[in-house]
């Protein structure tokens, strides 16, 4: 089963094992009613939570994409270079990113971001580009078309930041 987003269905389970214990449903008598009206509210609530986070990944990314856009020759130098080493460094150590678990991907992506927050002040085109893989591991975690797309989109903005930034004819 694919879920929505690896952190939210952690948290539905958790609250499903809080609202139901295996006591409990063993004495629930189905009676005609919805047995389980909570399980549709946090799921309900656990979607809606993914695609908000989707939207926030969305905007960023886009946000930077642009940013990039607007970089001279020397920026996105950096800006790519950030990226491509990070990527590079994760995927000798750890492998092909989408051959990871998506909670592998998710603390991985979390960790960049981090990093990249870091180092804003000392770098802030780098710690654009970190952050930018950061968001493209993390999209790669979440369903749906939109995500699908902004991780192509990604994937094409990198090969050609790579072709223009890194091997400049």
């Not at 192509?152 to 903005?157: G, L, P, T």
């Given at each position: 089963m694919d879920l929505i987003h690896p952190r939210v269905s952690r948290a539905l389970f958790q609250a499903l094992m809080e609202s139901y214990s295996p006591a409990r449903l063993a004495v629930q008598q189905y009676?005609?009613?919805d047995v389980f009206p909570t399980?549709?509210?946090l799921w309900r609530d656990a979607k809606q939570l993914g695609e908000a986070r989707l939207g926030e990944v969305i905007h960023d990314a886009l946000s930077l994409l642009q940013a990039y856009d607007r970089m001279n020759p020397n920026q996105r130098h950096t800006f790519t270079r950030a990226?491509?080493?990070a990527k590079k460094h994760l995927e000798e150590v750890h492998g092909d990113h989408r051959d990871w678990k998506k909670d592998d991907q998710l603390k991985a992506a979390e960790t960049l971001m981090l990093n990249a927050r870091k180092a804003v002040d000392a770098e802030?085109?780098?710690a654009m580009g970190i952050a930018l893989l950061s968001l493209f591991l993390e999209v790669n975690t979440l369903t749906g078309k939109e995500a699908v797309k902004l991780s192509?989109?990604?994937?094409?903005?990198y090969d050609k930041a790579v072709d223009n930034d890194l091997n400049p004819e």
């Open positions: 009676d005609g009613e399980i549709k509210t990226y491509y080493l802030p085109r780098g192509s989109d990604i994937e094409q903005w």
